[in-house]
């Protein structure tokens, strides 16, 4: 049963361009979101979280943006680097448990 | 300082035998998660361990076991592998007793084909 979803399995843009990466849930008990990249080879690295009590978190170039009503949460990063070509992995949790459900991921490539 | 290490990094298996993979987490972090990641998919969560208790268990069977020892780091333990078995085997560290609320850091993991 997945509970976490990227639909997309890949993303191509332009250096310098916005990527919009985007994730759907089903399980309204979730409430801290993540978002993971991944370089071939090596683990998922930490990128940025948000709280189910906000709708909005920025780290630099990287804004994540969360619709409880919708159960969707995107990233974005502004502007894209050729660096940031990776696979972004979406993650879910709920308090009351360690179960981190993670979406398929999504592979984006950043073109010079 | 050092991350999260996993040994080994790669490991071929036959059908039917036993594996134990390792993990040591990043200094001071007292909770390790393990999690089994298939080709095209996201990672997913097998076992937490915190303080060496077992605190959260994934859908996976019993051929699967993990362990905790006072030094934080942890072993996952499968048994009568199968080739659905192979795999990308991550362990995750973090400082929080709940991983719920909280950033995990992962190791490179370890690659586990069953033949």
């Known amino acids: 049963d997945q509970q976490v979803k990227q639909n997309s399995p890949s993303l191509s843009v332009q250096e310098g361009r916005i990527s919009i990466l985007n994730c759907d849930y089903t399980n309204s008990m979730f409430d801290y979101f993540l978002w993971y990249k991944k370089y071939p080879a090596e683990g998922p690295t930490f990128l940025i979280s948000i709280s189910s009590i906000k709708d909005k978190n920025e780290d630099g170039r990287f804004t994540v943006f969360l619709n409880k009503s919708a159960k969707h949460l995107s990233l974005h990063i502004v502007p894209s680097q050729p660096g940031d070509s990776a696979v972004y992995f979406c993650a879910a949790s709920a308090n009351s448990n360690n179960d981190m459900r993670f979406g398929a991921g999504t592979r984006l490539t950043v073109k010079p | 300082d050092a991350g999260v290490t996993q040994s080994p990094t790669h490991l071929i298996k036959t059908r039917g035998q036993h594996v134990t993979l390792r993990c040591s987490p990043i200094?001071?972090?007292?909770?390790v998660s393990w999690y089994q990641q298939v080709l095209g998919q996201g990672p997913q969560f097998i076992f937490q361990y915190y303080e060496k208790e077992e605190r959260g268990r994934g859908n996976f069977p019993d051929r699967f076991s993990a362990r905790q020892f006072p030094n934080y780091s942890s072993e996952l333990n499968v048994n009568a592998l199968l080739l659905g078995d192979s795999a990308l085997y991550l362990c995750?560290?973090?400082?929080?007793?709940?991983?719920?609320?909280?950033?995990?850091?992962f190791g490179q993991g370890t690659r586990l084909t069953v033949v």
């Open positions: 200094s001071g972090h007292k909770s």
């Open positions: 995750a560290s973090s400082l929080a007793e709940w991983t719920g609320g909280t950033e995990a850091f």
